[in-house]
């Protein structure tokens, strides 16, 4: 089709990718590429869900963070295999919020941390800025025993339910049928947040559940989520483009709890798990990663995996996420080495207030940082190396890494030599 074919709106978002990519080819700061479609918000708009799948998900980039999914206030998309879908294109209002809560089309706003009330002090060492770090476990033994390390999220959430702090909780459940692929939960009831205990080293969609939750006007609302997850909820809450439906988000997600991500693996580890194994892909219970891969099986046996055996199936999208510890979270959590306990990063006055009152209620047993001083030396490291990358728009494309012939989120950047053409090799 010529140019001259094109209807007016496919004229415009054209117009508006031309002006995207000219800006990333000049170097403009980053902190101004959403001018190439903010600037249409007062000429009407234009058609954002096309510029979206042009430049991030047709181009494998989109990390499934479900942003775009959830702040949509006319259903445009649907969610499958760890993507958005344009399945009602036809339905979209030009509002452009989909590009405006994209974290991979462009960093967070400036004002984030302002907006997001980080407690004073603020201290950063390299993961993100906190007002204090302890290393605590649940003293209840359900928690303890169902959480993947330490089962504090679980018993926060269970009490905050429970004192009314907030009525509803997004989180990730698991498929009754394979314990290790995540679906996303809105759970409301202190048993459902119980059976969401634990981690899976597959992509979860929690964050698609913030549509039930709205549909239902489930709040207050606690949310938990992966670093790139909690960025698109920040997205959704402080997005310039002040509609309902973000302010929705705004005043009614009252405390994100993040979880330290490195990446996660591709379903196909399971089948390789069950496989080497012998197993069915059911009876694989708990999967842990602490330098090693650690499988409880339903039999009660505990199977020690090397963690490079794994890596052919590294999820492609983590590439695209530069953040390790959830910086933008209320709180940070991960299990960072530990075995059987949780490093805690309380980052804001939202986080600080949620998890005084689970210590209040004498729901801990605590640690300090340094009575154990190789976890935070790790949380920084891991940090460091996700930090330490272009920016996702800058990034080579999906297939542009399959070309490569590395398709690894941890060792690509390790291996990408741009003086040979972008091919790997040192």
Known sequence: MSKEELSNDDKLVLA????????????????????????????????AVDFLMDEIVDTGKCVGCAACVTICPTDVFDYKDEHPVDTRKDACVLCELCADVCPVLRPLDKDLHTLLGFKQPIIDEGFGPYNYAVIARAKN????????????TSALLVHLLEQGTINGAVLGDVLPENPQIGVQKLATTSEEIVQCSGSRYTYSPNTVALTEAMRRDVHPLAVVGVPCQVDGVRQQQYSSIRLEVAKWYQK???????????????????????????????????????????????????????????????????????????????????????????????????????????VDADLFEIMEVDEVPKAKSLLIRLSDMKRNKPLPALMPTLQERIEMGNTNPKTFYKDYNPSNGGKNGK
């Open 16 to 47: 508006v990718k031309k002006r995207y990519r000219d800006m990333l080819a000049e170097g403009v700061d980053p902190y101004e590429w959403a001018y190439a479609w903010r600037s249409e918000i007062n000429r009407g708009g234009f058609r």
């Open 252 to 358: 009614n997600v009252s405390l994100v709890i993040g979880l330290f991500c490195s990446e996660s693996f591709t379903h196909e580890h399971i089948t390789f798990i069950a496989k080497e194994l012998d197993v069915d892909p059911e009876d694989i219970v708990r999967v842990n990663v602490k330098g090693k891969v650690i499988i409880e099986l339903r039999d009660g046996r505990e199977i020690i995996m090397k963690l490079k055996d794994f890596h052919p199936f590294a999820r492609p999208a983590c590439l695209y996420c530069l953040d390790y510890s959830a910086e933008h979270a209320d709180i940070g959590v991960g299990g960072i080495g530990l075995d059987g306990w949780t490093f805690v990063a309380v980052r804001t006055e939202a986080g600080h207030k949620a998890f005084q009152a689970g």
């Open 141 to 152: 033994k359900e928690f303890l025993d169902k959480g993947q390390d330490g089962g504090v």
